[in-house]
Structure formats: C-alpha cells, structure tokens
C-alpha cells in the first residue's frame, strides 16, 4: 500500500473513502473507503446486508456488553483513562472528517475467546484522509488487516454508516463489499471531541464485542 505524504487540508463535508476513487458498489484499493457526497441519508440500508444492518442497529448493546466485559475483567482504569472515546454516547454534531493526516490507533472491548482479554490497544498508527473530487478518502496505512469501504451519511445527524471490506497482509487491493461476506466490515464513524473523531465496528467479526479506531489529525507524517 502506498503511503501519501502530503498535508494540505481541504475543508468539506462528504464522505469517508481511501487511496484512490472507486465506483460506488467497489471498494477502492486496500486500506480505503469511499462514498458520495450527497447520498441520501438512509441510502446504506439498501447497500448493507442484513448481517451487517443488523450489527449496526444492535451497536448500543455492543457497547454495553463489550464495556461490562472489560470492566468485569478489570480494565476500569485503562477504561477511564480512554475518556470520551470509549463513552458510547459521546459522539457530536458534524461527523464528517476534515481532509489530512491522522493518527490511528485502535481499542478492542469484549473477549475474541473465552480467555482472551476484554480490553487490548494497540500501537498508533498512520491514515490519511483526503478530498479527490466530490469524494472523501481514507487510508489505514499499515497493519496486516486494512479496512476499507465507504462512509455514508444516516438519519441520525450525529453519525456517518461505514460499510466496507478488509485487505490482508500484502494485498494490493480491498475486495467490493459483499464479494466475501467474511471480510465485510459495518460500523458507525462519529466526530467525539474538536478534530477527533472514531470509527465504532459492532460485533466485528474477530469476535470482540466492540473495535474502536481513534482519528487525531497531525499536520504532517512522515515519509516511509
């Protein structure tokens, strides 16, 4: 996966989508996502399947359960020191992203089996979030798994619905979302705090109850 290295910013409101553009019902290269800017609010409902419908309606309750877990599993503290972004109702007004460089980082709440932890976090790393036309652009850049898929805008002002696939290890591209209903990623994306946002996949299919990707801008990344 290339990495961009630039940091102009662009100010606008749209969607959420990666590396580079793709046609509507395809998810762009490997580690993006993409959608239109003037979707119609409940357009995802016609484009996600009723798995992932059903995860995205049942997103309070992941929350719930995957919290009880790492609470019960003695992570109040690491839980408390995460603040606003692991507060399930903390998501605010104006949820598009603003285009540039992002730290990434990522929180998982609930067991993936019946010893794993309840609480993990991971090591940051780098997306970037570009404007390309009338799209948004996204890109987890690293990772042996890399999201991708689109942000579209929901009856419910506060969030942006994600629906998108996973690259894995070397691949050069994410497969469409549907193609492989295994790799098939749905999730909510909110804006938590000024400039940060998160994207919240319910009852992601590694088993946890709650993945939880913070995006922080920084005014520029560096070359690899």
């Known amino acids: 996966m290339r990495i961009r290295t630039r940091a102009a910013w662009l100010v606008a409101l749209g969607l959420l989508a ?26 995802w409902i016609g484009v996600a399947s009723p798995e992932d419908r ?20 003695g992570f109040r503290t690491a839980i408390r020191s995460e603040g606003r972004l692991l507060a399930s ?8 992203p603003t285009p540039g460089s992002y730290s990434c980082r990522l ?17 940051p790393f780098f997306c970037y979030i570009d404007l390309e036309g009338e799209l948004f652009t996204i890109v987890k ?7 991708a898929g689109r942000l579209w805008e929901d009856d419910i002002p506060t969030r ?17 979302y549907g193609d492989d209903p295994r790799r098939d990623v749905a999730g909510v994306f909110e ?7 998160r994207l919240v996949i319910p009852f992601p299919q590694d088993g946890t109850k709650l993945q939880v990707f913070e995006l922080t801008p920084v005014a520029e990344q560096p070359a690899s």
């Open 141 to 147: 850049q690293t990772g042996s798994q890399r999201p």
């Open 54 to 73: 059903n995860r995205i309606n049942r997103t309070a309750l992941a929350w719930q359960t995957g919290l009880a877990e790492a609470n019960a599993g």
């Open 89 to 96: 109702g903390g998501a605010l007004s104006r949820p598009a």
């Open 18 to 43: 990666g590396g580079c553009i793709a046609p509507w019902n395809k998810v762009a290269p490997a580690g993006t996502s993409v959608t239109a800017v003037g979707a119609t609010n409940a357009g």
């Open 160 to 176: 942006m619905i994600f629906l998108g696939s996973l690259a894995l290890g070397n691949e050069e591209e994410a497969r469409a």
């Open 191 to 197: 804006r938590i705090a000024p400039f940060v946002w």
């Open 107 to 123: 929180v998982t709440l609930g067991r993936s089996a019946q010893r794993g932890p309840a609480f993990v976090k991971f090591k």
